[in-house]
C-alpha cells in the first residue's frame, strides 16, 4: 500500500510557472506509476500526465504537451509536475495517483488508479 500526498498548487498569473509534487510513503513507492489528473469545477475529471515507475516512460494529455512536464526521484518518493505557460484553463484541483499497473499508465485513464491524493487546487488568473 502507498500514500500519496499532493503540495504546491496555488495561484499563478497565465504564463507563469508552478511546480507539484506528490511525496509517496512507503518503500514500495519507487515501484507504483504515477499519474496527475485534474478537475475544474462543473467539469469530469480530466488525464494531464503519468509517468511509469522507473521513468523511463511518460505521457501527457494533447492540452498539456510541450508545456507540462512530469518526472520522479524515486530516491526522494517524489513525483514532479512542471507547469509552465500556464493558462486559465489550467485552473483545477490537481490530483496524483498510484498504480502498479504499467498498462494503467499507458493509456492515461482518469479512473484506474489504485491510491489517490487529496489534491491541490492550482488557480490561474487571467
Known amino acids: 500500500q502507498v500514500h500519496v500526498v499532493e503540495s504546491g498548487g496555488g495561484l499563478a498569473q497565465a504564463g507563469g510557472s508552478l511546480r507539484l509534487s506528490c511525496a509517496g510513503s512507503?518503500?514500495?513507492?519507487?515501484?507504483?506509476?504515477i499519474g496527475w489528473l485534474r478537475q475544474a469545477p462543473g467539469k469530469e475529471r480530466e488525464f494531464v500526465a503519468s509517468i511509469t515507475w522507473s521513468g523511463g516512460n511518460s505521457y501527457y494529455a494533447d492540452s498539456v504537451k510541450g508545456r507540462f512536464t512530469i518526472s520522479r526521484n524515486n530516491a526522494k518518493n517524489t513525483v514532479y509536475l512542471q507547469m509552465n505557460s500556464l493558462k486559465p484553463e489550467d485552473t483545477a484541483v490537481y490530483y496524483c495517483a498510484a498504480t502498479l499497473y504499467e498498462d494503467v499508465i499507458a493509456t492515461m485513464t482518469t479512473t484506474e488508479y489504485d491510491y489517490w491524493g487529496q489534491g491541490t487546487q492550482v488557480t490561474v488568473s487571467s
Open positions: 512507503g518503500r514500495t513507492f519507487g515501484s507504483y506509476g
